[in-house]
């Protein structure tokens, strides 16, 4: 039944996302989440090196236990069958980003291929992390089109992997580590040494949806994008990443990562589908377009899970 409750989850953001007003209301879950986070940030990160790396580590022991003993307490109360894989797709909802993904993708493409650079760079600040005003219309849109494919991974793929794997404590303790990653697993002055554990967990959980991912692009995609996954993937500066960008940039003729900008330093990365064109707005459109497809694979797979 795990694999229909996912199914079901994953229809019903693909549907309505999080509605805003449920948003005002409580709130989200993975904000809950990100709020005992910062909690443990807050009083553990202090000292030298060794102490901040070991109670980093406790803090993912910590926010692990306490989602996945959380979400096991509750999916032990509810009921067998075909009413449990409802509730429980319910819960598992929204712990998963198809639509809400898309949307903020769709808002960076649009402008972009409109010619509104302005607007599509604004739109884009809220997806990625680099210096957002230095980036040309190829910069926006790869920024644009690897933030859509290597979260196919992260928020959706891997979270329905481990929900299928291990029910609602599954998806739970995946997004709670998925969340340091993003909150504490960077490479600065601050969290470094803090995030370090957290960061290589994150590696470990998001090993084979990454592939899967891949997987899933270049069976839309074509043999183009298993070419460049295949050959590309391992020069990536991640361990996953390299995976779906490279299969989406395989599958739409265009070269992705590269030397790309921060705030504080520019970082020299190899190309995914080096000598390819760059992209542009209208790239970003068929990639959604190929996402679109890929996600509804996804959906069929579980389909047939459930259905054995």
């Known amino acids: 039944m795990s694999a229909l409750a996912m199914l079901l989850g994953l229809g019903a953001e693909a549907a309505v996302g999080w509605p805003d007003g449920l948003f005002r209301r409580i709130g989200h ?11 443990c940030e807050k009083r553990w990160n202090t000292g030298g090196r060794v102490r901040r790396i070991a109670f980093g580590a406790l803090t993912v022991v910590v926010i692990v236990a306490v989602c996945a003993c959380g979400a096991a307490l509750v999916a032990g109360v509810l009921p067998g069958g075909w009413i449990g894989a409802v509730l429980t797709g319910g819960l598992a909802w929204p712990f998963l980003a198809v639509r809400s993904l898309h949307d903020h993708v769709d808002a960076v493409a649009k402008p972009l291929a409109q010619g509104d650079l302005a607007g599509a760079r604004q739109a884009v600040s809220m997806i990625v992390g680099r210096d957002v005003s230095r980036l040309d219309r190829a910069g926006v849109a790869r920024a644009g089109i690897e933030s859509l494919a290597e979260n196919a991974s992260d928020g959706v793929i891997a979270p329905l992997f481990w929900g299928v794997f291990a029910g609602l404590p599954g998806i739970v303790a995946y997004k709670a ?80 990562s590269g030397p790309r900008v921060y705030e504080t330093h ?16 209208a790239a970003m459109l068929r990639a959604l377009r190929l996402y679109r497809r890929a996600m509804m694979l996804a959906a069929a797979v579980l389909a047939c899970l459930a259905l054995i």
Do not use: C
């Open 266 to 281: 520019t970082a020299q990365e190899p190309w995914l589908n080096a000598g390819a064109a760059d992209p542009d707005g």
């Open 29 to 39: 879950p993975v904000v809950w989440i990100g709020r005992l986070i910062s909690a």
């Open 177 to 256: 580590i998925n969340t340091m990653d993003s909150m504490i697993g960077h490479r600065s002055d601050r969290y470094e040494a803090f995030g370090k554990v957290a960061a290589r967990v994150d590696d470990v959980a998001n090993w084979i949806p990454a592939r899967l991912t891949g997987a899933l692009f270049a069976l839309v995609g074509g043999m183009r994008a298993w070419s460049v996954m295949w050959q590309d993937a391992r020069g990536h500066r991640s361990p996953n990443a390299g995976w779906p960008e490279g299969a989406m940039a395989g599958a739409l003729g265009v070269r992705l």
